[in-house]
């Protein structure tokens, strides 16, 4: 059983920047893909950033080049730093872990609560 809680939400303008952080408990943090998704209201929960156990990336579309996925095994923490915010990147945040290498959204078993981010125009 693994754990998440996010946090590092809050409110931002356009152009700024957050960074977000999420705590895994479990011994076998370091074994698992972490992601991170959002969800904006009327949206689909989507994919933003994944970071596999071996510290291989992948990224949507639209925020390469903004956000950064990261991860501390020995802190059990893996974090989202986001750049260049924009008013469409307002969404409540989850962070998720899947011990598949590169899984889809459905193969994540394990989901945080969610933090809101929301940018300012």
């Known amino acids: 059983q693994v754990q998440l809680v996010e946090s590092g939400g809050g409110l931002v303008q356009a152009g700024g920047s957050l960074r977000l952080s999420c705590a895994a408990s479990g011994r076998t943090f370091s074994s698992y893909t972490m992601g991170w998704f959002r969800q904006a209201p009327g949206k689909q929960r989507e994919l933003v950033a994944r970071i596999t156990w071996q510290f291989s990336t992948h990224y949507v579309d639209s925020v390469k080049g903004r956000f950064t996925i990261s991860r501390d095994n020995a802190k059990n923490t893996v974090y989202l730093q986001m750049n260049s915010l924009k008013p469409e990147d307002t969404a409540v945040y989850y962070c998720?872990?899947?011990?598949?290498?590169?899984?889809?959204?459905?193969?994540?078993?394990?989901w945080g609560r969610g933090t809101q981010i929301t940018v300012s125009s």
């Open positions: 998720a872990a899947s011990a598949q290498i590169t899984p889809t959204t459905s193969a994540y078993p394990y």
